[in-house]
Nanobody
Framework: VQLQASGGGLVQAGGSLRLSCAAS????????MGWYRQGPGQDRELVAA???????NVVSSVKGRFTISRDNAKNTMYLQMTSLKPEDTAVYFC?????????????WGQGTQVTVSS
């Protein structure tokens, strides 16, 4: 599976951005997708995830500000980010993984830079 992330950019604090991640290739029905981010000098961390059935998990640091969604017909996942803060500055990566029986298949997309100025 190939992932193409887009939508990053430079925004002022309090602003909004919408990230997209388009998946292509051999996409199976039992899967999940997620957004991770890696700030300068930091480890990559989960931001939000969503299953093919629509169940979501959003980390507390962005809950209420970020919304994850997906359009299965378009094989595309989105991250709507509002009330952005300088600490949200990071490279955002999308990830796809299978959720049925092992072995698990994982694919990462290239990152998209999000920079929030104060």
């Amino acid at each position: 599976v190939q992932l193409q992330a887009s939508g990053g950019g430079l925004v002022q604090a309090g602003g909004s951005l919408r990230l997209s991640c388009a998946a292509s290739g051999n996409i199976v029905s039992d899967n999940a997708m997620g957004w991770y981010r890696q700030g300068p000098g930091q480890d990559r961390e989960l931001v939000a995830a969503i299953t093919s059935g629509g169940r979501t998990n959003v980390v507390s640091s962005v809950k209420g500000r970020f919304t994850i969604s997906r359009d299965n017909a378009k094989n595309t996942m989105y991250l709507q980010m509002t009330s952005l803060k300088p600490e949200d500055t990071a490279v955002y990566f999308c990830k796809y993984w299978t959720t049925a029986m092992p072995p698990q298949y994982i694919s990462w997309g290239q990152g998209t830079q999000v920079t929030v100025s104060s």
